[in-house]
């Protein structure tokens, strides 16, 4: 069983760029989760996609977007990137199956906003 | 989603039980107890989770007092390797793809000493 992978591992962008972020989700899930975690701080919440339409989102500015394709691997966007906007961000995948939806984590991709 | 109350930090001896206490007080009643971990700059490990019976797994055990208003995690033989931050979260889960994602608060620092 493959779990979640994410892809670039490190990125480093400056202000106002634009920055896409992969992510597959894990053999057999088909819900995909977005986090972002901030030096010192717990993951928050972006958003969700499932069937690939957004489930779900968190407190975050529509210049966060995201796509999820036919095989449920995910895309997360980021618009007019901002210094703030650096950050460890972390792909989850998930399925829900004996009554629950345990979602698994990737490794992360740390963006760096110079 | 509940919310949850854990000591910032905590200290455990190599091979010894690492117990750590999290208080929900206001949860409901299908409301699960998750436990994940993170060790630095790594995406967060999913331990366990529970309802209302006590759980155990290959990695830990999970008690839930009997009016779920508070939980205990346990590492049987701590390593020094379970130095993380251990996150307790209590969630509901959804069938069709979760409307909100995980509320991660502050976490336990675990460190286990030599």
């Known amino acids: 069983e493959t779990g979640v992978t994410q892809s670039p591992t490190h990125l480093i962008k400056t202000r106002g760029q634009q920055v896409t972020l992969r992510c597959s989700s894990q053999?057999?899930?088909?819900?995909v989760s977005w986090y972002q975690q901030a030096l010192g701080q717990g993951p928050q919440f972006i958003f969700q996609?499932?069937?690939?339409?957004?489930?779900g989102r968190g407190n975050f500015p529509p210049r966060f977007s995201g796509l999820q394709f036919p095989n449920y691997s995910s895309e997360l966007n980021v618009n007019a990137l901002e210094l703030d906007d650096s950050a460890l961000y972390l792909c989850?995948?998930?399925?829900?199956?004996?009554?629950?939806?345990?979602?698994?984590f990737g490794p992360g991709t740390r963006l760096t906003v110079l | 989603d509940a919310k949850t109350t854990q000591p910032p930090s905590m200290d455990c001896a190599e091979g010894r039980a690492a117990n750590l206490p999290c208080n929900h007080s206001?949860?409901?009643?299908?409301?699960?107890v998750y436990w994940y971990r993170q060790i630095h700059s790594q995406g967060p490990q999913y331990i366990i989770h529970g309802l209302k019976n006590n759980e155990t797994n290959e990695m830990a055990s999970l008690i839930i007092t009997e009016d779920r208003k508070s939980s205990t995690l346990i590492l049987p033989h701590a390593t020094l390797r379970d130095t993380a931050v251990y996150y307790c979260i209590v969630r509901v889960p959804y069938s069709g793809g979760g409307a909100d994602g995980l509320t991660f608060g502050k976490g336990t620092h675990l460190i286990i000493q030599p």
């Open positions: 053999s057999g899930h088909n819900t």
């Open positions: 996609y499932y069937r690939e339409e957004e489930n």
């Open positions: 989850a995948s998930s399925l829900f199956r004996d009554g629950t939806d345990t979602q698994y």
């Open positions: 206001t949860i409901s009643g299908n409301e699960y």
